[in-house]
Structures are given as structure tokens and as C-alpha cells.
């Protein structure tokens, strides 16, 4: 009787089976962490732009107020020195409580926004949940008639931190 040299498979063959079933798996649980990643990224991403703009619609609605109730269109959040929001100032908004806040300094210097879990709204309220989101404002004048609003946005994301910013002028037109 003659012994077959093919009745199974060899040590060899096993072992770079299961390195192939390995590098398998491995492609599929990695494709799907950048998934959720990117899905986080964008989700963030999304969030910051809107909390941007409002930022900027906060202050032309501050500013159209003003109007409404024949005051300085720049009343009540830039224009005296002691404004939060005076030019070269950094200021925050607190859309929920209509409130105009002074930082503490520069570009980086406003509190973290806060998030109320059961609206969905943000804002500075102290029993909320911290939010990793720093929304800041910085006015610059154009002229007496014209005021360049700049929104800065910055968040971190795991390790790495992110941040965009926008930019709009807004005009007296009363």
C-alpha cells in the first residue's frame, strides 16, 4: 500500500491560511473604526458650523434691537470700552439667556460651551454638560457704519484639536 503525500493539510498551509483570515478581520474592524471616526469628525464638524453662525446672527439680532428700540446699533455689546464685545475685545454669546460675555483675554480665553441634554441647547448655564466646543467673537471696525464680525471656533477630538473660523461684516442700516 502506498502512502498518499496529500491527505491533509501541512503546518505551512495552516499558518498562512489563518494569516490571510487574520489580515481579514483586521481590514474589516479597522474600516469600520475610520467609519465611526469620520462619522464623529463630520457630526463635530457639523455642530461647530452652526454654532458659528449663530454666533454671527446673535450679534446682527443684537443689532437689529437696537434699531427696533432707536438706540447705537452697536448698544449693549460694543459701543463703549467697557463692552464685552468692544473691538479687539474677545467675547462669547450665550444664545439661551440673550447674554453678551467678556473673555479673559485673547482668542482662546472664552469658557467651554455647554450642552442641556434635554433640549439640545448650548449655552453657559452651569449645570449643563461641558461641551468640548469654545465658541469666540472679535469685532473690528470698518468704519462707523460697517463692523467686521469674526466667529472662531475650536474643539478637541481625542488627541487632536480642531478649529475653523468665519468671518462677516454687518452693517448699520437703520
Known amino acids: 500500500m502506498k502512502k498518499s ?3 491533509g493539510f501541512t ?7 489563518i494569516t490571510i483570515l487574520i489580515t481579514i478581520i483586521t481590514a474589516a474592524f479597522s474600516a469600520a473604526q475610520s467609519g465611526i471616526s469620520l462619522s464623529t469628525l ?4 457639523i455642530i461647530a458650523f452652526y454654532l458659528a453662525g449663530e454666533g454671527v446672527e446673535q450679534i446682527r439680532n443684537m443689532r437689529d434691537e437696537n434699531g427696533l428700540k432707536k438706540q447705537n446699533w452697536l448698544t449693549g455689546f460694543a459701543s463703549t470700552s467697557n463692552d464685552p464685545c468692544y473691538f479687539g475685545k474677545t467675547c462669547t ?10 473673555c479673559s483675554g485673547d482668542f482662546g480665553s ?10 439640545g441647547f448650548y449655552g453657559y448655564t452651569a449645570s449643563w454638560a461641558n461641551t468640548p466646543f469654545r465658541r469666540e467673537i472679535q469685532l473690528e471696525q470698518i468704519n462707523a457704519n460697517e463692523i ?5 471656533m475650536s474643539w478637541s477630538q481625542g488627541l487632536l ?3 475653523f ?3 462677516e461684516n454687518i452693517l448699520n442700516w437703520h
Not at 11 to 17: D, G, Q, R, S
Not at 93 to 102: G, H, K, R, T
Open 110 to 119: 472664552c469658557a467651554i460651551l455647554k450642552e442641556d441634554s434635554g433640549t
Open 5 to 7: 503525500l496529500h491527505n
Open 42 to 45: 463630520s457630526r463635530d464638524q
Open 161 to 163: 484639536s480642531r478649529q
Open 148 to 152: 467686521s464680525v469674526t466667529v472662531r
Open 93 to 102: 454669546i450665550d444664545a439661551v439667556n440673550n447674554q453678551v460675555l467678556a
Open 11 to 17: 503546518l505551512i498551509e495552516t499558518l498562512v491560511a
Open 165 to 167: 473660523q468665519i468671518r
